[in-house]
């Protein structure tokens, strides 16, 4: 039986892209969203909350979505915790370096938000398939 998806950690440095996908994931998928505005925040919050799934834009001022994930990553409790990024950068090798350095799966953007919460479900369900 796999574990349920409840907790989601989210950087997006974004207002109205966090306002869309908290409404999504929330509201109509039932998850725990920590939302994140950078990579610092992230790191900051990563702990007390515990996420089982981190979601990552890729594009942020100051630290990256790949360098924030990297810097995730040396935190012991969180080196195999599935991390997607969210991204416009879809090109297949742009998706293949993205999962290079550690990301489960890539989310495009703009993403749909009635769908998005079963998209995140979906990746989980591979994860812990």
Same mark, same amino acid.
């Given at each position: 039986?796999?574990?349920?998806?409840?907790? /989601?950690?989210? $950087?997006?440095?974004?207002?109205? /892209? #966090?306002? $869309?996908?908290? %409404?999504?994931?929330?509201?109509?998928?039932?998850?725990? %969203?920590?939302?994140?505005?950078?990579? *610092?925040?992230? !790191?900051? *919050? /990563?702990?007390?909350?515990?996420?089982?799934?981190? %979601? !990552?834009?890729?594009?942020?001022?100051? &630290?990256?979505?790949?360098?924030? !994930?990297?810097? %995730?990553?040396?935190?012991?409790?969180?080196?195999?915790?599935?991390?997607?990024?969210?991204? =416009? *950068?879809?090109?297949?090798?742009?998706?293949?370096?993205?999962?290079?350095?550690? =990301? $489960?799966? $890539?989310?495009?953007?703009?993403?749909?938000? &009635?769908?998005?919460?079963? #998209?995140?479900?979906?990746?989980?369900?591979?994860?812990?398939?």
């Amino acid at each position: 039986m796999t574990e349920k998806l409840t907790r /989601i950690l989210y $950087v997006e440095d974004e207002p109205d /892209i #966090q306002m $869309v996908a908290r %409404l999504a994931l929330e509201t109509l998928g039932g998850f725990t %969203l920590e939302i994140c505005s950078s990579g *610092k925040e992230a !790191l900051d *919050k /990563i702990s007390a909350f515990q996420p089982q799934l981190m %979601l !990552l834009d890729v594009m942020m001022p100051g &630290m990256d979505g790949p360098t924030t !994930l990297g810097e %995730l990553r040396k935190l012991p409790q969180f080196s195999t915790t599935p991390a997607v990024f969210m991204t =416009a *950068k879809v090109q297949t090798s742009e998706v293949a370096g993205y999962k290079a350095i550690g =990301a $489960v799966d $890539v989310i495009p953007k703009p993403f749909d938000p &009635m769908t998005l919460s079963s #998209q995140v479900e979906a990746i989980w369900e591979r994860c812990h398939g």
